[in-house]
C-alpha cells in the first residue's frame, strides 16, 4: 500500500485520468474530492462491497432456476422451444 500526506487543495494523481484532492480535514474526517471520466466506477467502500455481494448472488443462479425460467417461457410448459410450423427444420 503507498501512503501519502496531502494537506487541504493537494492532491494525488492516478493514470492521467483520475485525481483526488483534499478539500477539507476537520474534526477528524477528510473531505476528498474527485475527478475522474464517467467510464470509471468511484464508489465508497461499503457501498462496493454491497454491490459485489449483490452480483455474487446474481450469479449464484442454480440450473433448477434456469430450467424453470424455460418452462415458464415455453409454450407448453415443456422448457422445449416449439417452432409454428413443426416441419420446418433449425436454420443455421
Known amino acids: 500500500m503507498l501512503v ?6 493537494q492532491a494525488v494523481r492516478i493514470g492521467t485520468d483520475v485525481e483526488v484532492r483534499v478539500l ?8 476528498l474530492g474527485i475527478t475522474a471520466p464517467r467510464w470509471v466506477p468511484v464508489h465508497r467502500e461499503e457501498v462496493y462491497r454491497e454491490i459485489q455481494e449483490a452480483n455474487r448472488q446474481a450469479a449464484g443462479t442454480g440450473l433448477d432456476d434456469v430450467a424453470a425460467a424455460a418452462r415458464a417461457l415455453s409454450r407448453n410448459g415443456t422448457g422445449r422451444v416449439l417452432h409454428d410450423n413443426p416441419t420446418d427444420k433449425p436454420q443455421g
Not at 4 to 9: A, E, F, G, I, V
Not at 24 to 31: A, I, N
Request: zero cysteines; a positive charge; hydrophobic letters at 20%.
Open 4 to 9: 501519502l500526506t496531502r494537506k487541504p487543495n
Open 24 to 31: 477539507e480535514v476537520s474534526d477528524g474526517q477528510v473531505r
